[in-house]
Each structure stands twice: as structure tokens, then as C-alpha cells.
Antibody, heavy 120, light 107 residues
């Protein structure tokens, strides 16, 4: 059974930094791309970033490009999202998701999410 | 970026009804479209991929169709567990954009 568990959420001040992690199990981690998707409270879903299975290729939404960095540690089955220069509009629940292909596809499994609140 | 537009934003229906949700892409995405169901406080759940392929374990009352720029999700006979919010997502090209969601409410 695929399991994804996010950690690292919390309250951070504007222009601050925060790092999210996602522990994965139940599948061959390095064979699948992984994604971060966020959801603003009461609003819809926004794709944030995808990293390929080998970690060589990364993709970002324009809204986070240059501020967020996705990475993965395939030896530990871990996905990370480093978020810098955070803004109020980054406040959201952040989900990690397993994509259905080595180099990106739809998300077939999701974690339960981690809340990030950006506020002074 | 490819824009995804869902309609309606809210849909009121009764148990047993047949309902259809539409998703339109701003440019052709072939069949690279997925549908998700989300309940309050929960993660999204994959229902349909490649526009019409049913994910394992999803009831057969859910079906998807379309290609190019216009897609539909149909629930043939609504069950109480189906009242939720539904999202489409294109994965033809980055950014992998979502529709704004359709909230399915009990009439």
C-alpha cells in the first residue's frame, strides 16, 4: 500500500523560509515522479512542482519559481520542498503526491497534507 | 500555461440522479486529463485518468469522456458518498493545471 506522510508545516513570517518533507513507502520510490500540490483554505487545487524519479528534472509553477526548490533523496524515500521568501498567498495545505510515471503524469496517491501559514 | 475551466461551479442533485461535469482546456491536451474527487479535510482521490480510464477500485458509475479541449465526468446514479468536490487536471504540459472545481451538493 502506498503511503505518503508530509511533515514540516507551521507558522512562518512573511519573507521567511520553511522546509516540507514527505516520507514515502509502499512503492519503488525512484521509479516515479513526485509532486507538490497546494490548496488555499476554502479554495481549489494548485500544482506547485514536480521532480522526476531520478531527480534530474524539476518543474515549477510560475507563482513559486525562484523561491521554492524541490528535491528528493531516493536512498531514504524522501521528498522535500524548500520554500523561501514566503508570502501571505503561499498560505495553504501542501500535499505531496506520487505521479504515475518516471517523468511526470497524473497523481495516483496523495498524502494527507501539511498546513503552512504565512503571517506576522 | 493551459487554462482549465470547469462547469458548473456548483451542482445540486439528488440520490439516483445522473450528473455530468464539464472541463474545457484552453488548447488541445489530447487525452491527458485526470479527474479527482475531494471531500472536506481530505486529500484528493484519483477517479479517472487519460480522460476515460477508470482507476482501480473506483465504482463503475463514474465515467469520463472527451479529447482535445472538451471533457466530461459523468456519474450515472448518484450515491450519498458521491457528494463532494470534483476537479479536472491536465497533464499534457507543465504547469499541470487544475480546474477550479465543481461542488456537488445534495438537493
Amino acid at each position: 500500500e502506498v503511503q505518503l506522510a508530509e511533515s514540516g508545516g507551521g507558522l512562518v513570517q512573511p519573507r521567511g523560509s520553511l522546509s516540507l518533507s514527505c516520507a514515502a513507502s509502499g512503492f519503488t520510490f525512484d521509479s516515479f515522479a513526485m509532486a507538490w500540490v497546494r490548496q488555499t483554505p476554502g479554495k481549489g487545487l494548485e500544482w506547485v512542482s514536480t521532480i522526476s524519479g531520478g531527480g534530474v528534472s524539476t518543474y515549477y509553477a510560475d507563482s513559486v519559481k525562484g523561491r521554492f526548490t524541490v528535491s528528493r533523496d531516493n536512498s531514504r524515500n524522501m521528498l522535500h520542498l524548500q520554500m523561501n521568501d514566503l508570502r501571505a498567498e503561499d498560505t495553504a495545505v501542501y500535499f505531496c503526491a506520487k505521479e504515475n510515471h518516471l517523468s511526470g503524469s497524473y497523481s495516483d496517491s496523495w498524502g494527507q497534507g501539511a498546513l503552512v501559514t504565512v503571517s506576522s | 500555461d493551459i487554462q482549465m475551466t470547469q462547469s458548473p461551479s456548483t451542482l445540486s442533485a439528488s440520490v439516483g440522479d445522473r450528473v455530468t461535469i464539464t472541463c474545457r482546456a484552453s488548447q488541445s491536451i489530447s487525452s491527458w486529463l485526470a479527474w479527482y474527487q475531494q471531500k472536506p479535510g481530505k486529500a484528493p482521490k484519483l477517479l479517472i485518468y487519460e480522460a476515460s480510464s477508470l482507476e482501480g477500485g473506483v465504482p463503475s458509475r463514474f465515467s469520463g469522456s472527451g479529447s482535445g479541449t472538451e471533457f466530461t465526468l459523468t456519474i450515472s446514479s448518484l450515491q450519498p458518498d458521491d457528494f463532494a468536490t470534483y476537479y479536472c487536471q491536465q497533464y499534457h504540459s507543465y504547469s499541470y493545471t487544475f480546474g477550479q472545481g465543481t461542488k456537488l451538493e445534495i438537493k
